[in-house]
Nanobody
Framework: QVQLVESGGGLVQAGGSLRLSCAAS????????MGWYRQAPGKQRELVAVSYVGGSTNYADSVKGRFTISRDNAKNTVYLQMNSLKPDDTAVYYCNHNNSWRAYWGQGTQDTVYS
């Protein structure tokens, strides 16, 4: 059974940092594409970062240079390091994994950035 469990969100002042973790079970992170999405109040869920098998990554323009997605294959965990946070980064952040049949989402973790 596929499960994604996020942690690491919280309240942080603008300019600060947070590190989100996504612990995966039921599949192997190292051989799958993994993503982080976010959804702000009143807005659609948007892609933040993607980590591809082989090591390449892709980021939304709004977070390039500030956020970094990474994996720890031994822990079957994906991370999102978020630096230089802005109030506009306030959202619920979700870990994502897709297989041939469906998309899987974690429960989400709330990140609030105050100025």
């Amino acid at each position: 059974q596929v499960q994604l469990v996020e942690s690491g969100g919280g309240l942080v002042q603008a300019g600060g940092s947070l590190r989100l973790s996504c612990a995966a079970s039921g599949f192997t992170v190292s051989i799958n594409v993994m993503g982080w999405y976010r959804q702000a109040p009143g807005k659609q869920r948007e892609l933040v970062a993607v980590s591809y098998v082989g090591g390449s990554t892709n980021y939304a323009d709004s977070v390039k240079g500030r956020f970094t997605i990474s994996r720890d294959n031994a822990k079957n965990t994906v991370y999102l390091q978020m630096n230089s946070l802005k109030p506009d980064d306030t959202a619920v952040y979700y870990c994502n994994h897709n297989n041939s049949w469906r998309a899987y989402w974690g429960q989400g973790t709330q990140d609030t950035v105050y100025s």
